[in-house]
């Protein structure tokens, strides 16, 4: 199994400490963000969980625990999003000269094939203009080259949510001209550009991306997975599948462009101590059991009961 942690949340800034408490007692609720009558409990073993990706805007919290990780037998790494926006957009994260540091010590500590580098969502507006993005792409690229190896990009969806708050669809000819610009610098620095949920950027030097990544996972765990495209994500994402543990609406970062929060509510605020992320559950609601597998070729165990 490969748990996500989280597209729906950031748990390693908010969450880090509710996020140890499940793997020290070795379960996690979640709810079906389709359906949230559904609530499953999924086994966190590291017999099981094959791997761990998180995504993150700043992994500070959760550092103190990478040992606890490591000793506990688990295998991670790190979708970490460094944008050069300022608390405009990024309402609550710390200053970004703080977090660019903490980017460089993660790669240190875990090896610069565990952190993969977004530069997303691409906002354009007239203070976030294409000139803009050339300066900081490049300052970024200059800064973290030599802590990663690939860098994700994408350009700024308008969810119905998003179109009240002032920002507008990147032009076919703003896309073309900073892709061109991208995928040029990236590869001056040794970097991989990759685009998430884009049109085909492949002539600029920019390959589909595969944020859960069957390939990165296989080299981090020493040995094939068996493990099959994700078909629950959007058109031309190369994920592959993966169990999902957060929730919408429970990011604090305040970040004006996401899509996981929702207008006019203000995040949830979780128990560390409680099993799930978001509303707990309910005494008449029921909690159905998954098993758990892993996708290794030659695993110790291929599969558990979560209550064995």
Excluded at 154 to 172: E, V
Aim: hydrophobic share 35%; net charge positive; charged share 20%.
């Amino acid at each position: 199994m490969i748990l996500s942690a989280s597209r729906r949340t950031d748990i390693p800034c908010c969450h880090a400490l509710w996020f140890m408490n499940r793997i020290r007692e070795g379960f996690v609720l979640t709810r079906n963000p389709m359906n949230p009558s559904q609530l499953f409990r999924f086994s966190l073993s590291p017999d099981i969980v094959d791997c761990i990706v998180f995504w993150t805007k700043d992994p500070a919290n959760l550092m103190p625990y990478l040992d606890e990780l490591d000793e506990r037998g688990y295998q991670y790494y790190f979708q970490f999003t460094l944008t050069p926006y300022g608390p405009d957009l990024e309402k609550f994260l710390r200053p970004k000269a703080g977090i660019q540091h903490t980017f460089l010590s993660l790669s240190q500590r875990v090896g610069k094939n565990r952190v993969v580098w977004r530069y997303d969502p691409i906002v354009l507006s007239s203070q976030f203009n294409i000139d803009y993005h050339k300066t900081q792409f490049f300052r970024l690229c200059q800064l973290l080259s030599p802590y990663t190896d690939t860098v994700t990009i994408s350009f700024l969806d308008l969810y119905p949510k998003l179109k009240n708050a002032g920002f507008r669809c990147a032009s076919r000819e703003e896309i073309s001209e900073l892709s061109l610009y991208i995928g040029k610098t990236a590869a001056s620095f040794g970097l991989q550009a990759t685009a998430c949920c884009e049109e085909n950027l492949a002539s600029y030097g920019i390959r589909q991306a595969n944020c859960i990544d069957k390939k990165r996972i296989e080299a981090i765990c020493g040995q094939p997975l068996r493990i099959k495209p994700d078909k629950n994500q959007r058109d031309g994402c190369g994920c592959v599948e993966s169990v999902d543990i957060g929730a919408y609406n429970t990011c604090l970062n305040g970040c004006s462009y996401c899509y996981a929060r929702f207008p006019g509510k203000s995040p949830l605020r979780c128990n560390p101590s409680s099993p799930i992320l978001g509303k707990p559950p309910l005494p008449q609601e029921i909690i159905r059991e998954k098993l758990g597998m892993s996708f290794k070729e030659n695993p110790q165990f291929s599969q558990f009961s979560l209550f064995s």
